[in-house]
């Protein structure tokens, strides 16, 4: 791969867990190009509701997920993005810490939006299932303590267990005011 943009694609995400319906789209998007970068967002934020796991976790867990899928590794590249809270810049941001890309996958509509500002080529790739395949309900029902195993790939359910995310969840949306 040269270091041309051609052939490779961008996919960004918070991934607070990694889910099935983030494997199966990253699936579909390596049968369209050669490579994809995989742009982890929020990347300086952790131990909060929206985003309790760190960077280096969610890397963590999508390399084993990838890996277990089978997907060819040297194809994918796991980039932290730390947030910037400056829309009108931070596509070109985005472009300072990944390599070249011809093509953006996503859903997410502000994210679509900016890169379609900036002139770039965006595919908005079917959501599978995502009334249970979403991040957001995955962490409820951690907090709930129903079952949320089954939403995520096997090796996602194992760092998990292994980080003891499940009771850090718990603990941090826990509140010590009094109600009134
Ligand atoms: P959260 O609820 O925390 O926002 P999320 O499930 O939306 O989590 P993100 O990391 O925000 O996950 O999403 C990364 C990308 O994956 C976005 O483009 C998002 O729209 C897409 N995505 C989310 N859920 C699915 C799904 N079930 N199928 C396909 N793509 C999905
Ligand atoms: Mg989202």
């Excluded at 983030?22 to 579909?28: A, Q, S």
């Excluded at 500002?117 to 309900?137: C, D, H, Q, W």
């Excluded at 195993?149 to 980080?163: C, N, Q, R």
């Amino acid at each position: 791969m040269s270091i041309k943009s051609e052939g490779r694609g961008l996919y960004i995400g918070r991934f607070q867990p990694p889910h099935l319906g983030h494997i199966y789209t990253l699936k579909n998007i390596l049968k369209e190009v050669n490579e994809v970068i995989i742009g982890i967002g929020s990347a300086q934020i952790s131990h909060t509701f929206d985003n309790p796991f760190t960077a280096g976790e969610r890397i963590l867990m999508l390399k084993a997920a990838l890996e277990d899928e089978g997907i060819d590794m040297s194809k994918v590249y796991l980039i932290p993005i730390p947030d910037i809270e400056m829309n009108y810049v931070w596509v070109r941001y985005v472009t300072l810490l990944v390599p070249p890309f011809s093509v953006v996958y996503t859903n997410n509509p502000l994210v679509k939006r900016l890169f379609i500002e900036a002139g770039f080529k965006v595919k908005t790739p079917p959501l599978f299932n995502r009334e249970v395949y979403s991040g957001k309900i995955i962490r409820q029902r951690m907090i709930n303590g129903e079952p949320w195993e089954h939403l995520v790939p096997k090796a996602v359910v194992k760092i998990i267990y292994e980080i003891n995310g499940v009771e850090r969840l718990r603990e941090i949306t826990k509140s010590d005011e009094v109600r009134c």
